[in-house]
Every structure is written in structure tokens, then in C-alpha cells.
């Protein structure tokens, strides 16, 4: 079966640091998404991107986080500079489409630790 | 804003008991999720439930959506160890792509 990856599985980087996760959709899927899950707590979102172009984010999403898709098959999720409250698990997710019994996909992570 | 409780948060259960999870949400949605998560992995697609009135059944785990209520249920029959887990509702709005999760109910199921 199809599946999202995501590397590298674990990242750690200094405080201030300029991090790049890395995700490889389901192929022919439309739509991505980057969700983050703090040790503990609930999944947030924090972006989705259709058509070359973000098409929808959150509060969380703020200038220091910004995504990419540079190629036909790479997603990226740039954070400019890091700071510790960045610490987390994030996900990226994929859908063929949005609605109609299409559940997003999502990948196995990559866990960020901000030191 | 659209919020989305779960209950239990914690549930600790005997293998072979029956349980149900609790899911509500605050604003009129589409579309419900159900997902599950093994420690340090990711969430896998268990149910997706569209219209009031929907069921769901895969093996031992059973959804339902009652959308004028606002109240999904993910009932566990006869529970083993294997389904020990964290499980996540999630719901969409219209319009929207984004997810809104519950904090997610942590099972355990004891031999």
C-alpha cells in the first residue's frame, strides 16, 4: 500500500537554527498538510497546500515556518529559526482529495528536539 | 472556533470486557475520523464516517456518528491486548482541509 515518508525520523538542532523536514506524499495525491504533535498532547495542524500555494493555516504557522514543494514528489517544511518550544513530533499528510471518504494519510514523523 | 472533546482520556481495561469512546464536537461537521496511534508512530485511518446515522465495523472496533448530537462512538467488543493504543477523533469543517483533533484516549487492555 502507498504511504507517506518523512525524513530524517530524528532531528536535533541548536536553538536559532534553520531545520528542513522532509516528506514524499502518496503519489498521486493533491493535497498536503504538516501537522505537529507536542510530547504528549493532541495533533495540531499547522498547514495545508494545494496547487502549488498554501491554501489554508494556523496561528502556529507563523513567519518562521514556511513550505515548499520543489520538485514533483518532495513537500518541505522549513523553520527559519528555531527556539525550544519547537520540540515535537511533526507529520506530514496527504488526501487525493478533500471530503468525500478520503481520509488524510500521514507519514511516521519526524521527531525535532531544539536544544 | 470548532473543539473537539474525547472521553475517556485514560482507560484501562481486562482483556475480553466491552468499552466505548466517547467523541464530541461543538460545530456542525461533515465528516468524522477515527485514528489510531502506537507509541512513536504514526496515526493510522480507522473509520471515516460522513452522514448521520453512519456505522463502521473493522474486527473488534465499531464506529458511529450522530450528527445532530454531535457525537461519534468508537465501541471496543471483546477487547485483546493488540488494541492497546492511543485513538484519535478528528473532525473537518466544510470548507475547510484542516483537521481538529481530540487529545486522544489512551488504552490500555491488561491480559
Known amino acids: 500500500e502507498p504511504e507517506v515518508t518523512q525524513t530524517p525520523s530524528h532531528q536535533v538542532t541548536q536553538m536559532g537554527q534553520e531545520v528542513i523536514l522532509r516528506c514524499v506524499p502518496i503519489?498521486?495525491?493533491?493535497?498536503f498538510y504538516w501537522y505537529r504533535q507536542i510530547l504528549g498532547q493532541k495533533v495540531e495542524f499547522l498547514v495545508s497546500f494545494y496547487n502549488n500555494e498554501i491554501s489554508e493555516k494556523s496561528e502556529i504557522f507563523d513567519d518562521q515556518f514556511s513550505v515548499e514543494r520543489p520538485d514533483g514528489s518532495n513537500f518541505t517544511l522549513k523553520i527559519r529559526s528555531t527556539k525550544l518550544e519547537d520540540s515535537a513530533m511533526y507529520f506530514c499528510?496527504?488526501?487525493?482529495?478533500?471530503?468525500?471518504?478520503?481520509?488524510?494519510?500521514f507519514g511516521d514523523g519526524t521527531r525535532l528536539s531544539i536544544l | 472556533e470548532l473543539k473537539v472533546e474525547q472521553n475517556p482520556l485514560f482507560l484501562s481495561m481486562q482483556e475480553g470486557k466491552n468499552y466505548t469512546i466517547y467523541c464530541n464536537y461543538s460545530t456542525t461537521s461533515d465528516r468524522l475520523y477515527w485514528y489510531r496511534q502506537d507509541p512513536g508512530k504514526s496515526l493510522e485511518s480507522l473509520f471515516v464516517l460522513l452522514s448521520n446515522g453512519a456505522v463502521k465495523q473493522e474486527g473488534r472496533l465499531m464506529a458511529s456518528l450522530d450528527t445532530k448530537a454531535r457525537l461519534s462512538t468508537l465501541h471496543i467488543t471483546a477487547a485483546v491486548h493488540d488494541l492497546s493504543a492511543t485513538y484519535f477523533c478528528?473532525?473537518?469543517?466544510?470548507?475547510?482541509?484542516?483537521?481538529?483533533f481530540g487529545k486522544g484516549t489512551k488504552l490500555t487492555v491488561n491480559p
Open positions: 499528510a496527504s488526501s487525493g482529495t478533500v471530503g468525500v471518504n478520503q481520509p488524510q494519510h
Open positions: 503519489s498521486n495525491h493533491l493535497y
Open positions: 478528528a473532525v473537518d469543517l466544510s470548507g475547510s482541509e484542516k483537521l481538529v
